[in-house]
Structure formats: C-alpha cells, structure tokens
C-alpha cells in the first residue's frame, strides 16, 4: 500500500515543483532514517508500523532515479532502449551486496544489516548529489520528432501525413515504414532513431498537456495500447508477488536449505544482466507490447513448473528464466513509460507504473497468494497463478490483435 500511493505521489510534486532532486534527496533521507529505527522494536505492531513509514516516505526514491537516468539519456540524445546498459550494473550491484551482506550477518548477527544498510544510504545520498538531475533536455521530444520525420522523408523519399485516427485522435503517420509499426493506436515500437513511436497522440507532441494527476491518468487510460499495458504490468506485479512471497517457502517446506535459497538468488541475479545488456535491441525490433506478452508467458512458464517440482534443488535451471520476467519487462517498462509520459509528467508515469506492478500488482499477489496458499497448498497457488497468467495473455494479445487490425484498416482508408 505503501508503494502504491507513495510513489506516484512523489513523482509527481516533482514534477509540478520542478525540484526532483531535493524530493529524490528528500525520500532518500527520511525513508532510510525510519527504516533504520526498526532495530530498536521488537514487537510486530511497532515493526509493521515502522515499515509502512519507511517504505512511504523512500517510495519515491527509485521511480525518480529511473526518471533520472532517462532524463540524462535524452539529454545525451541516447535512445530510451539504452536504458538497459545502465541498469545492469544495478543488477550487478544487487548481487554483490546480498553476497557480502549475507556473510557478514553470518559472521555478525542480523543487526550488522542495518548498519550496513544505514552506510550504503549515506553513500547513496552523496552520490544523488554530487550528480547532475536532467529536468528539461536540451531538446524537447517535438524538435526530435520533426527531425526525425524529416530525416525519414528525406532518406526514403516518402510523404508522413496528418490523419483523425479512430479512438487516438490526431496522429502522423510515416506511409513507408513496415507493416510492423504501422499498428498506429496500439503499436509500442520504438526506432533507434525516433525516440518516439508511432501512435503517441499529436496532442501529446503539441504543447497541450495535462497538468493534474488525474488528467495524467485519464490521459493514459484514453490510449488503448497503454492501458493494456498498465493492465499487463498489474498482472506481472502479482505474479512477482506470488513468487517472491512464497517460493522460498515452498522450498524450505521440501526441505531447500539455505544454501539453496542462496544459490537460487545469486541463479536469478546472473540471469539478469544479460538481459538488461541486450534489452535494447529486443525491445527495438519486437515492440513493448510484445515484449510484455513474452515476459508473462515466461512468467506462466515459471510458474507451472514450480507446481510440478518433486525435489528442491531442481528449481535452479527455471530461474534463469528469470531474467526474461523481470529484467526484459523492467527495462521495457521505464522505456515505454517515459515514451507515453506527457512533456513535463515523466516522473509521475514513471511512479504511476512502478506504484501499479510493486504497489497494487505486488501487494495483490502476496496478499491473495497467502488465502490461496492456506486453502488449497503452495503447489496448487502456483497452478492458478500459471494458468491466471496464461488467460492474461491470451485475452491481452486477442484485444492487441483486434484493435491493431482495426486502426490499421481504418488507417489506410482514411489515407487512401
């Protein structure tokens, strides 16, 4: 709850002050300081209440630095796929911190963790700011965007025409690239050299935009394609919940070690770098959208086979499919997001989406995934969850299929 209502809410009075960088130094600050009281409670009230402090009040933390890192790679002229390369050493770093963190408890105690935890913090506040925060890049998306149409016109010889498009409104339309982008209300292509797809309302590139949160929202919802895709990230939300919550659980009650939890993390950090390295060109050549329906039915995937499991230690070779759940549909989610985001709402859609899989569609995985798992086992919670996720993607590509058959038809009458 907690991630849910905090994130986009400190997005977005950094977006409509314009000061990210004192609410990103803000949450950092308060949100690690709450965090660190819990080691001086014991009981579950005090602890859950400290807890739902801290996590409210750093919730804005990692929305903003993702809406920073894209504000600097715009800056930079850089693609939004490139996000990726940098969010790999994140992973890396993920990785190398449960290693160390995990030997000096053993050689410590638990409490060692939250002073660790309270030093990395200070570093981390040093590093916000000592380093630039990007608001405004040098070049506005709608210079980008008529220069990018310019260069294709000029490079192909072609004509990009202004049209009404069905439920979208205005949008232009460039007649020669291939029929892959041509899904003009629905398609989340981008192109190494557009940084915007195709699709994106002329509204959004005009200079007309939406100023409250709730006009950002419903401006979201009034695009077909994205709000498939904030559906989609609330379904992956609960089935990250699912797993998370309950996997190691389900390993422990077959008689998984520590070790094996162990290796099972150290398993799924691997996973991710090579996917966060390469997620650029994936996301490039396939879409958002498919990218999405890819990540849910590795999710399904994952999760069937959890069901199946007879002994703990084979469930290393399933997480590596990790990589594919989550570090595929993240790098395409901050990507996408700052593309549908309205000029000087970046941040807020950044939190928006992030508050929607960790907030609602975590928090709903976790929560219904323990009625499940209390009724019918963690074996079958897996089952459901597998084929909750399977429907999910066969409803989600059957609307994708049908409406970019229909704004495509419509489309090219209204050219011709």
Known sequence: ?????????????????????????????????????????????????????????????????????????????????????????????????????????????????????????????????????????????????????????SDRGCDCDVVQ?????????????DVRNQDLCIDSNFDETTPLQLGVPKKHLSGSRPEGFIDVLRFLVGQKAVLLFMILLVAMGMMKGVIDAFLFVYLQDMGGNGTLLGVTLATTTISELPFFAFSGTILRRLGALCVIFISMGAYAGRLLYYSQLSRPWSVLPIELLHGVTFSLSWATIVAHAQEVAPEGKKATVQGLFSALFWGLGFGMGAVGGGFVSSMFGLDMLFSYSASFCALTVLVGFVWYFIEGCVCRRRNEVLIN
């Open 1 to 153: 709850m907690s991630q849910l209502v905090g994130q986009p809410l400190w997005c977005y009075f950094a977006d409509v002050t314009g000061k990210h960088k004192v609410f990103l130094c803000t949450s950092l600050a308060l949100g690690s300081s709450v965090i660190f009281t819990m080691l001086y409670f014991e009981s579950f009230l005090h602890l859950a209440l400290v807890l739902g402090a801290g996590g409210l009040l750093s919730s804005g933390v990692n929305p903003m630095i993702d809406s920073a890192t894209m504000a600097c790679i715009e800056h930079h002229h850089i693609s939004p796929n490139r996000y990726g390369h940098l969010r790999v050493f994140g992973a890396a770093g993920w990785g190398m911190g449960a290693l160390i963190i995990g030997v000096m408890v053993d050689h410590f105690g638990v409490n060692v963790m939250f002073y660790d935890f309270a030093a990395f913090s200070v570093v981390y506040f040093l590093v916000v700011l000592v380093f630039p925060y990007y608001n405004n890049p040098r070049h506005g998306k709608q210079q980008c965007f008529e220069n990018s149409l310019e260069k294709r016109e």
């Open 165 to 177: 498009d069905c439920d979208c409104e205005d949008v232009t339309i460039n007649s020669c690239v």
